[in-house]
């Protein structure tokens, strides 16, 4: 008897592009492929492996001298949904229903890699350089992805991506955006190009790394404002400077007018600053916003000075101006027509601006992914999905991303907000719709699960699910572990 032939391509159903798929190639997503016949997950299903006990060196090379803390002896896995696999077209169950049981709780975790259409990343980098206007255009490739939002405390916010980038524009638009979200929320390095013609800034942008503004590369963001600085090293200066001031795009200080001044009897300088006074010491907009001194557009920090008061200002007068880093700092003296005049900075004061620099944070870019899990996911949790949804509100479920601990937006729905970072390595996939995949996992005891609706029939143990084949990695020890009994109401209910 011949056996059956067979067929020269097979069609993959994981996403709705629906490749077909020639024996030995894998389909546009590069996450199914045809091996003889049959369709298999190219990535392995990730299983963390919690513990109680202390963190110790992964051995199997016999060497940990490189351990990077990855790897753990564990004794509780946690099966994330990263290589798990999608429901699509929606009406399966999710791929692993598995069950274990937790402290004498019967606990369940329901993971699946979810399509997410509606999503994007908020990236956050630590600098005071100028970066673009609120609302400027994000540009990859020449293709919009997103937009600048606020400037917070040191740091500068970007929306990417969004549906309205992935599916609403061109389709090189979406190709390129989907591309670039990929790239961030897996750690990947990503160059940005900010704002038009006339104010266009390059930014590259990596999770964990520090930002790449015009070629160069931040290392500190700034300690506080330049008022702040003022009320936060003032002792530095007493008895060395006769007058100091911190240059901000945002607000600069000036010593001997800052109430830090008042009350240190610092006599007044007859210095003017060319800015908005805001309250005493403390001045807005002095410059345009750059990449100079303090987030600004001078690199002569004399510019925002206007001509000192000859009325109270004194030749011999000294004069220290110093940015909100550290990094940029001058020294003056005033000549006998009270014009400042450069001169080498004395060793005390060099050590201020070298103690301003130490508190400063390192400046890096963090990557958080933001999706909303649609109605067709939660079909793969249970039969009712407005159930699931109403028992992540009421702290009966947790909802993690490849174990990580995630935010969940209040309002309708469960849109979730994870750092990348806290997540294992290539997590997020893509489908060519475009879209990206991420994992998302349900966490909750079976009989809460059995009251939801939930497909009882799918559910496995654990110990079926931890193949040989499986990814095994170490619970992040920054996140929390999502089968802690304080995740659930009920535990605070008993």
Not at 66 to 79: T, Y
Not at 108 to 122: A, D, H, L, P
């Amino acid at each position: 008897m011949n056996s059956p032939v067979k067929p020269e391509k097979i069609r993959c159903d994981a996403c709705p592009v629906m490749c077909f798929i020639a024996d030995g190639k894998s389909g546009a997503c590069d996450r199914y492929a045809n091996h003889d016949g049959t369709l298999v997950r190219l990535d392995p299903l990730t299983i963390i492996e919690g513990t109680d006990q202390k963190l110790v060196p992964f051995m199997g090379d016999g060497n940990g001298e490189d351990w990077d803390g990855d790897i753990i002896k564990g004794d509780r896995p946690f099966v994330t949904a990263v290589g798990a696999g999608t429901t699509y077209p929606d009406y399966k169950p999710a791929p692993f229903i598995v069950s274990q049981e937790i402290d004498g709780v019967d606990m369940v975790t329901v993971v699946t890699e979810g399509i997410f259409s509606y999503c994007g990343v908020k990236v956050k980098i630590d600098t005071d350089r100028h970066i673009g206007e609120e609302r400027d255009v994000v540009r990859v490739d020449g293709e919009p992805i997103g937009h600048v939002t606020t400037s917070e405390y040191g740091s500068k916010m970007l929306s990417l991506g969004g549906v309205e980038h992935l599916t609403g524009g061109t389709k090189k638009e979406g190709r390129v955006t989907c591309d670039a979200l990929l790239k961030l929320c897996n750690r990947d390095a990503v160059t940005l190009t900010i704002g038009g013609d006339d104010h266009e800034t390059e930014v590259v942008v990596q999770a964990g790394k520090p930002p790449i503004v015009n070629g160069v590369t931040e290392n500190l963001m700034r300690v506080g404002c330049g008022s702040a600085t003022i009320g936060m090293f003032p002792m530095q200066w007493i008895g060395h400077a006769d007058e100091v001031v911190v240059v901000d795009d945002h607000i600069t200080g000036v010593l001997s007018e800052h109430e830090t001044g008042k009350q240190l009897d610092v006599p007044p300088t007859g210095i003017k600053i060319l800015g908005r006074r805001s309250t005493p010491g403390r001045y807005f907009q002095v410059a345009n916003p750059g990449t100079g001194w303090g987030g600004t557009d001078i690199s002569d920090p004399l510019k925002i000075l206007g001509p000192f008061n000859p009325k109270i200002a004194w030749e011999g007068l000294r004069l220290l101006m110093v940015s909100t880093t550290g990094e940029q700092v001058a020294y003056f003296e005033l000549d006998a027509d009270l014009t400042p005049q450069k001169k080498p900075i004395p060793t005390v004061l060099s050590a201020s601006a070298e103690l301003i620099a130490e508190n400063c944070e390192p400046s890096v870019c963090s990557v958080l992914f933001m999706g909303g899990a649609g109605g067709s996911l939660r079909a793969g949790v249970t039969e009712n999905p407005v159930r699931l949804t109403r028992s992540v509100k009421d702290a009966l479920t947790h909802v993690s991303c490849g174990g990580a601990q995630v935010y969940v937006w209040p309002g309708g729905g469960i849109t979730v907000m994870v750092d990348v970072l806290d997540m294992p390595t290539q997590s997020f996939g893509y489908v060519p719709t475009p879209a990206l995949v991420a994992p998302i996992e349900f966490t909750l005891r079976v009989s809460d699960y059995n009251a939801l609706g939930g497909h009882m029939k799918h559910l496995q143990k654990v110990s079926d699910v931890a193949r040989d084949d499986t990814r095994r990695v170490a619970q992040n020890p920054n996140t929390r572990d999502p089968m802690s009994r304080g995740n659930y109401r009920w535990s605070k209910e008993a």
